[in-house]
């Protein structure tokens, strides 16, 4: 017996092909809710996810309960690499999904990490796509780490899609406005800890972090994926989309939704005044890279003290450092020199490892960098030298220089 036809453009063939798959300890009112709920926003993630005419390959960031696994693998062509977050700690998440309707079963087997602190277990340039959807707003902490493993694993021309819920949605508003809270409850009971939404977004906000970190977005919108609950929320929702919008520029329908691609220009280390607190960044440092070139990665490799971001000869991106102006690096394979391209001071550049409070000097070198003119500085490193233990980059001057970028060799 053939099983029935599904259409992506059929949200009812869609709803009973999701709900005729079975699993151990399925729960058939909680799939019902989560079917249900979900389709509508389901079906505009399919609508921002190019399909290709060749075969490529896509990690799908947060994939239980697998509904939007499911539909992207019957709808579009890729192979799938499947991720999730477990609690507890194990390495990864297995589940069998069996469908006898339309004679479907599939293992899936999700790769467990933190995306918002871990590298990702894949190497560059290895994803034509990469899915984001329903997680950023659950993220604690520091959302650019996620996007710069995204933009290392996605290859040159490769789409990154995002939804998450609109912080300024219309509805929100309403709720606000009737002294309602607005936020999320309580997730007591929820399988993964932080499941309750963190921090949500406005298109302004997402758009803006994605261009400001080196992607270039393609497709943004607002949508409101759900009907309103009321004739007072309909006309609310008017009002807003059509009326305040044209005045504040804002976007208040219910969802956001954008795909942006990974161009040729390197990842920035973005971190937007509104969306991060400027005072606690100061406080910010995980070294992760071996070289740092100021204005592109250099805020998580500095310590406090240094000038604001300026355009200096040959166009080249610099900070200025105070009296002492400390960077930390991070090398991973041998190194035998660091190099610092400088200007306008005087001084010297040291390289320390801090072994816990036990400072082991690697190098010194003096320098005398002429005003206007980038000048290249050695520091060569001693058989001290530790792979993978943080570099520490130290300018010792007299009233402050020019840094331009750190390069170890």
Known sequence: MQPPPVSERDPESLKRYLLSFRWPFRNEEVHHILVNGGLPLWRQVLRFVPNPKERGKALELGSPPFHITLLLQRFRNYDLSLTGYAADGRPEIRQTLESPEFGETYDFVCTCFNAEADTFPYPDATFDLVTWCEVIEHLTENPVHTLAEIHRVLKPGGALVISTPNASRADSIANFLAGRNIYDPYHLGAPLKGSRHSREYTLAELTGLLEGCGYTV???????????????????????????????????????????????????????????????????????????????????????????LQRGPGGREYRRSGQVGDIYLLAREP???????????????????????????????????????????????????????????????????????????
Do not use: C
Request: charged share 25%.
């Open 335 to 409: 190194r035998s020199r660091a190099v610092v391209t400088l200007a306008s001071g005087r001084g010297e550049a040291q390289a320390w490892h801090d072994n816990g409070g036990d400072l082991v000097l690697l190098g010194s070198t003096r320098f005398d960098a002429p005003a206007g003119e980038w000048t290249d500085v050695a520091i060569p490193l001693s058989a001290d030298f530790q792979p993978g233990n943080p570099l520490h980059i130290r300018l010792d001057t007299e009233a402050g220089v020019d840094v331009h970028r750190v390069v170890t060799t």
């Open 218 to 308: 393609e497709r943004a919108a607002d949508i409101d994926i759900y009907p309103p609950a009321s004739r007072n929320r309909r006309i609310f929702r008017w009002l807003m989309n059509d009326v305040v919008s044209r005045f504040t520029k804002g976007h208040y329908r219910y969802h956001l939704f954008v795909r942006a691609r990974k161009t040729d220009a390197p990842f920035r280390w973005h971190f937007p005044p509104g969306l991060f607190d400027m005072g606690h960044l100061a406080f910010y440092m995980a070294p992760r890279d071996p070289d740092v070139t100021f204005g592109i990665n250099e805020v998580p490799h500095i310590a406090m003290g240094w000038g604001d």
